[in-house]
């Protein structure tokens, strides 16, 4: 069946510019999370989305950075002004529930952000 | 809070040999720890997971026993092959965050 699809695959921009990244999780799955991957860096954790509760916003690095679930399926990260620091692949996961023992998280490809 | 620490890559091997990546970790209460494995161009995908103090998880030849006296997840395998080639991710699930906290990756690399 089909997997985690984030677009784009890979994105170059300005600094300055703003970006959004796009993330179609599984079908069926109430939980999503986005991550953030720099180079020779483990997974950052970003922003984690359940079913129609308010998201956990305690991983975004400034207010720079955005995320909403519209319909509690497909979600848009979002960067304002974007920064040569934020250069990194952006990973997006789903899960049946809250990522824990029983609902192991499917990742998307990611998207690899370039800042110029 | 929450960390998860693994030895730095990259892990170079020929085929055949024994593989160890050490994983070690700082959590309260009971975590649930896992094995995620990124190959080439692929996504991360779930290797495998133990849930409790003394479970080993296994998949695809590869073992891992949670060691609670020691906080530890060692990844092994007895005899690698070029296809394990990867990026091998410890990670640790408890109630004190609803995300998985990742280590930063040990790159493995098989050679023939």
């Known amino acids: 069946g089909a997997g985690v699809s984030q677009s784009p695959s890979n994105k170059v921009t300005e600094k300055g510019k703003d970006v959004e990244l796009r993330c179609d999780p599984i079908s069926g799955h109430t939980a999503l999370y986005w991550y953030r991957q720099s180079l020779g860096q483990g997974l950052e954790f970003l922003i984690y989305f359940q079913g129609n509760s308010a998201p956990d916003k305690s991983g975004l690095p400034s207010d720079r950075f955005s995320a909403e679930r519209t319909g509690g399926s497909v979600s848009t990260l979002t960067i304002q002004r974007t920064q040569q620091e934020d250069s990194a692949v952006y990973l997006c996961?789903?899960?049946?529930?809250?990522?824990?023992?029983?609902?192991?998280?499917?990742f998307g490809n990611g998207t690899r952000l370039t800042v110029t | 809070g929450n960390s998860v620490t693994q030895m730095e890559g990259p892990v170079t091997l020929s085929e055949e040999a024994f593989l160890t990546i050490n994983c070690t970790y700082t959590?309260?209460?009971?975590?649930?720890l896992f094995w995620y494995v990124q190959y080439p161009g692929e996504g991360l995908q779930l290797l495998l997971k133990a849930t409790k103090a003394d479970d080993k998880g296994s998949n695809k030849g590869f073992e891992a026993t949670y060691r609670k006296e020691t906080t530890s997840f060692h990844l092994e395998k007895g005899s690698v092959q070029v296809s394990d080639s990867a990026v091998y991710f410890c990670a640790l699930y408890n109630n004190a965050g609803n995300m998985l906290t990742f280590g930063g990756g040990t790159r493995l690399m098989v050679k023939p």
């Open positions: 996961a789903s899960s049946l529930g809250w990522g824990g023992n029983n609902s192991p998280l499917h």
């Open positions: 959590a309260t209460g009971y975590p649930s």
